[in-house]
């Protein structure tokens, strides 16, 4: 099965952020490299990993808009994994240079979901694509209504519905 193109162009001048010229969607994206220490006996990058690198690209996305997770966590969050998916098309293996592209996809009452497209920097292979999705949590770890922090930048990240 062809995955669907993911075709990045710059959004608004600002290297930081793409639109996917194919969805309209707009992502965050990092760069990064595969070190050594993330490759498995056959010289590629092993898969779990990637969970590094979606994490990367949430973390890097959440500062880069004036949220990083500690101060959200400050304020008495945190916010678990409860459901995940990767599939990949390419693998990646060592120094291989990737784009990380992450956008905030759903808002629920108490949860958030990211998706992720990787890509390899240098041929702009797909890599692959995936999701991770989050429940709110207060200290007490108790499921809570996603933080006004956390919605706020879901409301204005640069499109959260295509344009």
Known sequence: MRP?????????????????????????????????????????VYHANY??????????????VGFPYAEIEDS?????????????????????PMWIHTRPADLERVRVKFEYVILHAETADLVCKGHTQHCALNAKGVPTAVDPITVKTWKTFPNTIKT
């Open 51 to 64: 969970l590094r690198y979606f994490e990367l690209g949430r973390a890097s996305l959440m500062r880069d």
């Open 4 to 44: 669907e193109p993911f075709a990045p162009r710059i959004y608004n001048g600002d290297e930081r952020f793409v639109r996917d010229e194919t969805t309209g969607w707009i992502y965050h994206r990092v760069f990064n490299r595969a070190l050594y220490a993330d490759t498995d006996r056959s010289g590629i």
């Open 76 to 96: 008495g969050y945190v916010y678990p994994i409860v459901d995940l998916a990767l599939k990949y098309f390419q693998p990646l293996v060592y120094d291989s």
